[in-house]
C-alpha cells in the first residue's frame, strides 16, 4: 500500500538510491568525462505553470492578424468536422506508439488499414501505404521507388509547372542516388503539360515521369490518358501527384494509366497549422515483386494463429530500416499515423456524397472568383486556358502582385501565393485557391476590395 | 489455476465498409451559394470530358453515431501510454502532458496557412523562433532547423548537411563513406544509403563501446561522417567521446549525433559540447510529443556553426530594429527544402509547450529520474536470475538497459518473443524487442522519468513471474497473450498472403 | 539438421547437387531453420550468369531477407517457379521441392571446392554455440 504520509516521495526516492548502493543520483552521472560535463545551469526560462504557459501563448498569439486567405499551394484550408477532431485525440490512438504489438494495437492497425482502403476508392488502386510525411516526400519516395525497380535507369521527368518547394524536396531525394531530372515544359495557353516536349524529352533512361493532375497552376490535365500512353511506351513509371478532395470530381488516376498515385493528405482533416504536420499517401497496384519496392508501413489482414479471428499487422516488415538497414526502401519510421487514421475518419464521414458536395464547393467557388476577377480592368483570371478546379493563376497587368498583396493584408485578406520568383515569365501573378471554408460573404468582401484596388490603379491598362 | 484477466476489450468490429449504410443521419456538406449557383455552370461543363469522374468512389454511407461507437470500439482496443507502462527501449514513452494537446489545438496555431505574410503570423514565427532558441542551448548548437518530420528525416537531413560541406570544400566526390557502429539503429544505415554512402560498419567492443582501434582502421579521407548515438543503444555513455570525436575530426570528417536517447542527458551534458558537428532531437521521444500511434513526430537538426549556410530554409530570425519576426529564405548555401513548408508545426508547439513547462531545472531532472528509474529496474529484473546484461554489466546504464535473453531460451527454450507477449497477457506492453542486433534475444527497456517506483517494482514482479513460468509452465508463454483483443496473430500468413486492402480483400473473395 | 549425401555444400548455407551435366541449388536445412516461415522469394531469370559468390536470389521471411549466393559459376537455365506459391517448400523439404535454380557451370572445378557433407556438419557445429 502506498505511503499517504507527507514528503513521502522524497523517501522512496532515497529508498531507490539506497536499493542502487548510490547516495546521490549524480553518481549514476559519473562516466560522463569532466571536460564535457554543463556545470553551469541551462540558460532556459524557469519552468511555467499551466495557467501561466497558457496566458503566454495566448500573448504570443494575439500578435498574429487574423485574415482570410485565399492560399493553396499544396495546404488548404478545408472544414473539419468535430468526429475527426474527437477520435484523433482519443488518448487510446495518440498516446501510442507504433503498432509492433500487433494482439494489442488491433485499434491503431484495423483504422490504419480503412485509411488504406479509402485511399484506393479515391486513386483507383488496391495498395496504399499508412502514411508518409506529407506530399513532396512521398513524390521523391515514389521517384526513388521507380528508379529502383530498373537496373539501368538514372533519370526522371518532371512538370516545369511544379511549386519550387516541391522541387527543392525532389532534389534533396535525388542527390543521393544520384539520379538527374530533366524539366518538361507547360503549354503557354492551356498552361497543361507540352506533349511535344514530353515526346522529345522521353527515352529508355528515364525511370519515371511525375504529373500532377491537377497542376501547380490549378489547371486539369486532360491530356493525362495520352501522357501514360508516351510514358509507357518507352517502359517508364507514370506518378500522378493528385489532389485527394477532386477526386470524387476528377477520374482515379489508375484509370488514366497511373503506375503510383502521390498527393497532400492534409485536406482530409488536418488542419493547415501552419505548415505541418501533413502527411503524404501514397497508392500504387499490387505486384508481388513490385510491392517489395515500395516504402513505408503497410497494414494487413490476417488470421490469428488460431484461426479464429480476423487481426491487423504491419506486413512486409522487410522492406523497411529496422530489418533491412543500408538496403531498406527508406529510412522511414516514424510516419504520421494517427493523421492518416483521422483521414480515414473524415472519408468515412463525408461519404462520396459529402466529399463530392465538398469538391464541388471548391470547383465552383473558384471559378465564380476566377470569373469575376476577370471583369477588373488591371486583372486577369484564370491565365491558362486550361480548365482548373478550385486554384487559378491571377495575373495583374499594373504595378506588382506584391503591391496588391500588402493592400490586400491592410483590410485582413491574404490573396494567393505570388509567383514572381518561380515563374517570372508569367509577368505578376499569384496562384489563388477557394475552398468551402469561403462562404459567400468572404468572396463578395474579397471582391469588393480587389475593386478597390483596381479603382486605384487608375484609368488604363 | 489461471483466471483469465480481461485488460482490454474484445470486439469484433466490422471494417467501416461493413456498417450497415443509412440514410439518416446524413453528413451535411456546406451548400454551394446560391449566388455561386446562379452564375457558374454545371460541373460537367468545367472539368474535360476525359477526366470526369464515371464512378463515383464506393466510400461508406454511414451517420456520425455509427462512427462514434466504430472509434471508440477501436479505440478501446488499443494500447497507449495512458493505459499503462509502456517501456519500449529506443523510444521514450514518457507522459503527454494534455496542456501541450490543448495549446496546440488553438485556432491562432491550427487555422493559419504556412504560406500567409510574416506580419500576420508573428506569433507563430516566434514560436519557432524561441523553440529554437532553446533546443541551441540545450544541444550546445548554434541553429537548428525545425524542418524535419521525423528523427529518421532528421537524420537525412544532417547528412545530407554534411554532405553540401564536403562538396563545398570540393571534398565531396571523394568523401564517400559514412561510419555507424553495429550497435545503430536501422534508420542509421538506412539514411546513410539515401543520402549515396556506402556504409561502414564497426564492431563494438566487449565493454559496449566504440572501438578506438577499429575506428582509427574505418577513418580514411574517404569519411564523410560517423553517426553516433549517446549513450548508445545499450544505454552506455561513450566515455572516449573526445577521442573519437577527435579520430574523425583528424580525418576530416564530421561527427553526427543522433539524439533518441537524448533524454538521458539533459542538463548533464551536450552534444556539442562533445564534439558533434550535427544532431537532431526527435520531438516526440525527449520532448513529450504523442507518438499518435506511429506519428506524427518532428526530429529537428542542430548543427555548429560552420554548417549553418547549408541548412535547409528557411530559418527564423528576430529583426532588432524593427522588433519583427520573419523566415528568412537568404540561405544560398542552404539544401534547400527537405519538406513542404516549416516543419511539423503542431507537434513543435507542443514540444515548446513542454520545455516551457519544465524549465531548466525541470528538464535537468527529466533526465535524472529517467536514468535512476532505468538503473533501479534493471537492477529489480536482474534479481530474476532470467536474464543477464551483457556489456559492461558492472558499468551503470543510462536511461535504458539491454537485457540478454539467451541464456533463458537456451535453458527453457522459451525465446524474447513469448516473453514479450506474455507481457502484454500480463497487462503490460512489451519492452522492445531484438534490438539491437549485438545482443542476442534481446530486451530493451527504457522505463522514462513519467513511472513510480511502484510501477517499476510490478513490472519486476512480472518479469520475476514470468521467469519463473518459463521453468514450470512454459505454456503460458507459448500460447501468449490471451487476455489481450485478440491471440497471436498470424504474421507468416500475413506477409505469404498480403491482403492490403478491402480492395484485395474482395478480390480474394471473387476468387475463391 | 538433415543432410542430403549427393550434395556439396557452401559456408553460406547453400546446397549444390548434380542433376546431368547442370547443377541444382537450394538452400540448407540449417539455413531454413534460421530463416524460419519463408513468405516470398525473389529468383534470377533464366540465362542469367553468375560468378560463384554472387547473389543470386533473395529469400524473405516475415522477419528477415537472406541472400542466396551462387556457390559455383554459371548460367541459369532453369528456376522453380513453383516457389512463387509455395515458399513453404524451402522450409518443408529444402533439397527435394525447395530447389532454387538449375545452373550450367562453367568452372566445373568449383563444385569439388564446395564443402563435403560431412565437412559442412562440422562447420555447422563450429558456428552453434
Redesign the interface.
Given at each position: 500500500m502506498?505511503n499517504q504520509k507527507e514528503g513521502s516521495a522524497d523517501t522512496?526516492?532515497k529508498?531507490?538510491?539506497a536499493?542502487?548502493g548510490i547516495r546521490s543520483?549524480d553518481?549514476?552521472?559519473e562516466?560522463?568525462?569532466p571536460?564535457?560535463?554543463?556545470n553551469r545551469?541551462?540558460?532556459?526560462?524557469?519552468?511555467?505553470s499551466?495557467r501561466d504557459?497558457?496566458l503566454?501563448?495566448?500573448e504570443?498569439?494575439?500578435?498574429?492578424?487574423?485574415?482570410t486567405?485565399f492560399?493553396g499551394?499544396?495546404?488548404q484550408?478545408h472544414?473539419i468536422?468535430a468526429?475527426v477532431?474527437?477520435?484523433?485525440?482519443?488518448?487510446?490512438?495518440?498516446?501510442?506508439?507504433?503498432?509492433y504489438?500487433?494482439?494489442?494495437?488491433?485499434?491503431?492497425l484495423?483504422?490504419?488499414?480503412?485509411y488504406?482502403?479509402?485511399i484506393?476508392?479515391?486513386t483507383g488502386m488496391?495498395?496504399?501505404n499508412?502514411?508518409m510525411?506529407?506530399?513532396?516526400?512521398a513524390i521523391a519516395e515514389a521517384l526513388?521507388m521507380c528508379r529502383r525497380l530498373f537496373n539501368n535507369r538514372t533519370k526522371v521527368l518532371l512538370p516545369q509547372s511544379i511549386h519550387p518547394?516541391?522541387l527543392?524536396?525532389i532534389?534533396?531525394?535525388l542527390?543521393?542516388?544520384?539520379i538527374s531530372y530533366e524539366l518538361i515544359s507547360f503549354n503557354k495557353e492551356t498552361g497543361e503539360l507540352d506533349l511535344e516536349d514530353l515526346r522529345t524529352k522521353m527515352n529508355e533512361n528515364v525511370a519515371a515521369v511525375y504529373l500532377e493532375?491537377p497542376n501547380s497552376f490549378g489547371v486539369?490535365?486532360?491530356?493525362?490518358?495520352t501522357v501514360s500512353q508516351i510514358v509507357h511506351e518507352k517502359g517508364a513509371k507514370l506518378i500522378v501527384g493528385v489532389d485527394p478532395i477532386s477526386?470524387?470530381?476528377?477520374?482515379?488516376p489508375a484509370n488514366?494509366g497511373a503506375d503510383i498515385a502521390v498527393g497532400?493528405g492534409q485536406e482530409l482533416g488536418t488542419?493547415?497549422?501552419?505548415?505541418?504536420?501533413?502527411?503524404g499517401f501514397f497508392s500504387l497496384n499490387?505486384d508481388?515483386?513490385i510491392?517489395?519496392q515500395m516504402p513505408g508501413?503497410?497494414?494487413?489482414?490476417?488470421?490469428?494463429?488460431?484461426?479464429?479471428?480476423?487481426?491487423f499487422?504491419l506486413?512486409?516488415?522487410?522492406r523497411?530500416?529496422?530489418?533491412?538497414?543500408?538496403?531498406?526502401t527508406?529510412?522511414?519510421?516514424?510516419?504520421?499515423?494517427?493523421?492518416a487514421?483521422g483521414a480515414?475518419?473524415y472519408?468515412?464521414?463525408?461519404?462520396?456524397?459529402?466529399?463530392?458536395?465538398?469538391a464541388?464547393?471548391c470547383?465552383?467557388?473558384a471559378?465564380?472568383l476566377a470569373?469575376e476577377i476577370n471583369k477588373l480592368k488591371h486583372f486577369e483570371a484564370p491565365i491558362f486556358k486550361g480548365?482548373f478546379?478550385n486554384e487559378f493563376v491571377v495575373r495583374v497587368t499594373k504595378g506588382t502582385m506584391a503591391e496588391v498583396?500588402t493592400r490586400l493584408?491592410e483590410e485582413g485578406f491574404?490573396g494567393g501565393?505570388t509567383l514572381e520568383k518561380c515563374h517570372p515569365e508569367l509577368g505578376e501573378t499569384a496562384i489563388f485557391c477557394t475552398t468551402?471554408m469561403h462562404?459567400?460573404k468572404d468572396?463578395d468582401r474579397f471582391l469588393k476590395v480587389l475593386r478597390k484596388i483596381d479603382k486605384d490603379l487608375g484609368g488604363g491598362a | 489455476m489461471n483466471k483469465k484477466e480481461i485488460i482490454?476489450a474484445h470486439y469484433?468490429?466490422p471494417?467501416?465498409?461493413e456498417l450497415e449504410p443509412t440514410n439518416y443521419p446524413?453528413?451535411?456538406?456546406?451548400?454551394?451559394?446560391p449566388?455561386?449557383?446562379k452564375?457558374?455552370?454545371a460541373?460537367d461543363k468545367?472539368?474535360?470530358k476525359?477526366?470526369?469522374?464515371?464512378e463515383?468512389?464506393?466510400?461508406?454511407?454511414?451517420a456520425?453515431f455509427q462512427?462514434?461507437r466504430h472509434?471508440?470500439?477501436?479505440?478501446?482496443?488499443?494500447?497507449?501510454?495512458?493505459?499503462n507502462f509502456?517501456p519500449?527501449g529506443s523510444?521514450t514513452?514518457k507522459y503527454?502532458p494534455k496542456?501541450n494537446?490543448f495549446?496546440?489545438?488553438?485556432r491562432?496555431?491550427?487555422?493559419?496557412?504556412?504560406?500567409?505574410?510574416a506580419?500576420?503570423?508573428?506569433?507563430?514565427i516566434?514560436?519557432l523562433y524561441e523553440t529554437e532558441q532553446?533546443l541551441n542551448?540545450?544541444a550546445g548548437m548554434k541553429r537548428t532547423t525545425l524542418q524535419p518530420?521525423?528523427?529518421?528525416?532528421g537524420?537525412?537531413t544532417g547528412i545530407?548537411v554534411i554532405?553540401a560541406y564536403h562538396y563545398d570544400h570540393d571534398e565531396g566526390e571523394q568523401r564517400t563513406e559514412v561510419i555507424i557502429p553495429d550497435s545503430a539503429?536501422?534508420?542509421n544505415?538506412?539514411?546513410?544509403?539515401?543520402?549515396?554512402?556506402r556504409?561502414v560498419i564497426i564492431k563494438s567492443r566487449e565493454n559496449g563501446l566504440v572501438d578506438l582501434e577499429a575506428l582509427k582502421a574505418a577513418v580514411s579521407k574517404k569519411t564523410a561522417a560517423l553517426m553516433l548515438t549517446n549513450p548508445n543503444t545499450l544505454g552506455l555513455?561513450e566515455?572516449e567521446?573526445?577521442e573519437i570525436a577527435d579520430i574523425v575530426h583528424d580525418a576530416g570528417g564530421l561527427l553526427y549525433y543522433d539524439g533518441a536517447n537524448f533524454n538521458a542527458?539533459?542538463?548533464?551534458?551536450?552534444p556539442g559540447?562533445?564534439g558533434f558537428d550535427a544532431i537532431h532531437f526527435n520531438l516526440?521521444k525527449t520532448f513529450a510529443t504523442?507518438?499518435?500511434?506511429?506519428?506524427?513526430?518532428?526530429g529537428p537538426v542542430g548543427v555548429v556553426e560552420k554548417l549553418v549556410p547549408y541548412l535547409p530554409k528557411p530559418l527564423p530570425e528576430f529583426d532588432k530594429k524593427t522588433g519583427t519576426y520573419y523566415l528568412n529564405f537568404d540561405m544560398p548555401k542552404s539544401?534547400?527544402?527537405?519538406?513542404?513548408?516549416?516543419?511539423?508545426?503542431?507537434?513543435i508547439v507542443r514540444a515548446y509547450?513542454y520545455?516551457?513547462?519544465?524549465?531548466?531545472?525541470?528538464?535537468?531532472r527529466v533526465s535524472?529520474q529517467a536514468?535512476?528509474n532505468a538503473?533501479?529496474l534493471k537492477?529489480k529484473i536482474l534479481e530474476c536470475n532470467a536474464w543477464t546484461l551483457p556489456y559492461a554489466p558492472e558499468?551503470?546504464r543510462?536511461h535504458e538497459f539491454v537485457l540478454e535473453g539467451q541464456k533463458l531460451k537456451e535453458e527453457t527454450g522459451i525465446s524474447t518473443l513469448d516473453v514479450?507477449?506474455r507481457l502484454?497477457d500480463l497487462g503490460f506492453?512489451?519492452p522492445t524487442i531484438y534490438?539491437p542486433l549485438i545482443v542476442h534475444e534481446a530486451l530493451m527497456i527504457e522505463p522514462t522519468e513519467t513511472e513510480?517506483?511502484?510501477t517499476l517494482d510490478k513490472f519486476a514482479e512480472a518479469m520475476k513471474q514470468i521467469a519463473k513460468e518459463c521453468r514450470e509452465q512454459p505454456e503460458l508463454l507459448v500460447n501468449a497473450?490471451q487476455n489481450?483483443?485478440?491471440?497471436?496473430?498470424?504474421?507468416v500468413?500475413?506477409?505469404k498472403e498480403?491482403?492490403?486492402?478491402?480492395?484485395?480483400?474482395q478480390?480474394r473473395q471473387t476468387e475463391k | 539438421m538433415k543432410l542430403d549425401k549427393d550434395a556439396r555444400y557452401a559456408k553460406t548455407h547453400e546446397w549444390a547437387r548434380k542433376e546431368g551435366d547442370l547443377i541444382v541449388v537450394g538452400v540448407s536445412d540449417f539455413a531454413q531453420s534460421l530463416l524460419k516461415d519463408v513468405v516470398?522469394v525473389?529468383l534470377p531469370t533464366e540465362g542469367t550468369v553468375f560468378q560463384k559468390g554472387d547473389k543470386a536470389a533473395d529469400i524473405?521471411?516475415?522477419?528477415?531477407?537472406e541472400e542466396l549466393k551462387a556457390p559455383v559459376s554459371g548460367e541459369v537455365v532453369a528456376v522453380n517457379n513453383a516457389l512463387?506459391d509455395s515458399a513453404e517448400a524451402i522450409n518443408e523439404d529444402p533439397y527435394g521441392e525447395g530447389w532454387f535454380m538449375k545452373i550450367k557451370p562453367s568452372k566445373i572445378e568449383e563444385f569439388d571446392e564446395l564443402l563435403s557433407p560431412e565437412e559442412y556438419e562440422k562447420y555447422v557445429a563450429t558456428l552453434e554455440h
Open positions: 502506498t522512496i526516492q529508498e531507490m538510491e536499493y542502487l543520483i553518481e549514476l552521472f562516466d560522463i568525462p571536460s564535457v560535463r554543463l545551469p541551462l540558460k532556459l526560462p524557469a519552468a511555467k499551466e504557459l497558457s503566454y501563448l495566448d504570443i498569439l494575439s500578435q498574429n492578424l487574423p485574415v486567405s492560399l499551394g499544396g495546404a484550408f472544414y468536422p468526429l477532431k474527437e477520435v484523433i485525440t482519443k488518448p487510446e490512438l495518440l498516446n501510442a506508439y507504433t503498432p504489438q500487433p494482439e494489442v494495437s488491433q485499434g491503431m484495423q483504422g490504419l488499414f480503412e488504406q482502403s479509402l484506393n476508392e479515391l488496391n495498395v496504399t499508412a502514411s510525411y506529407d506530399w513532396p516526400t526513388l518547394d516541391r527543392s524536396v532534389e534533396n531525394y542527390a543521393g542516388p544520384k493532375n486539369i490535365e486532360s491530356e493525362a490518358a477526386l470524387a470530381l476528377l477520374e482515379p488514366y497532400e488542419p493547415l497549422s501552419f505548415g505541418g504536420p501533413y502527411f499490387y508481388r515483386k510491392i517489395r508501413r503497410v497494414v494487413g489482414l490476417t488470421k490469428t494463429k488460431d484461426g479464429t479471428k480476423r487481426a499487422v506486413t512486409l516488415s522487410t523497411e530500416q529496422h530489418i533491412r538497414r543500408e538496403k531498406a527508406s529510412n522511414i519510421c516514424s510516419n504520421e499515423s494517427i493523421l487514421f480515414g475518419v472519408l468515412s464521414l463525408l461519404g462520396a456524397n459529402g466529399l463530392r458536395k465538398t464541388e464547393y470547383l465552383k467557388a471559378h465564380y470569373s480548365q478546379y498583396e493584408v491574404v501565393y468551402e462562404t459567400f468572396i | 482490454q469484433q468490429e471494417l467501416v465498409f446524413k453528413y451535411y456538406a456546406p451548400e454551394i451559394p449566388e455561386i449557383m452564375n457558374v455552370p460541373t468545367l472539368i474535360p476525359e477526366m470526369l469522374r464515371k463515383p468512389p464506393k466510400l461508406p454511407s454511414v456520425e462512427l462514434a472509434y471508440l470500439h477501436l479505440a478501446q482496443m488499443n494500447y497507449s501510454v495512458d493505459t509502456y519500449l523510444c514513452m503527454n496542456i494537446d495549446l496546440s489545438m488553438d491562432r496555431l491550427s487555422d493559419v496557412h504556412p504560406f500567409q505574410p506580419r500576420t503570423v508573428q506569433g507563430n516566434r514560436i532553446m542551448e540545450l518530420s521525423a528523427g529518421a528525416h537524420e537525412l545530407l554532405r539503429h536501422g534508420t544505415p538506412a539514411t546513410a544509403a539515401m543520402a549515396g554512402y556504409t555513455f566515455q567521446i573526445c542527458i539533459m542538463g548533464r551534458c551536450r559540447d562533445m516526440h504523442p507518438h499518435g500511434g506511429g506519428g506524427p513526430g518532428a539544401i534547400g527544402k527537405i519538406k513542404g513548408f516549416w516543419g511539423n508545426f503542431n507537434v509547450a520545455m516551457l513547462s519544465q524549465g531548466a531545472e525541470g528538464l535537468k535524472e536514468v535512476l538503473n533501479y537492477k558499468t551503470p543510462k514479450a507477449k502484454l506492453h512489451a534490438f513510480t517506483k511502484q497473450p489481450t483483443a485478440v491471440p497471436r496473430i498470424d504474421e500468413l500475413a506477409a498480403p491482403i492490403l486492402s478491402w480492395q484485395m480483400y478480390e | 516470398y525473389e524473405e521471411s516475415v522477419k528477415a531477407v512463387e
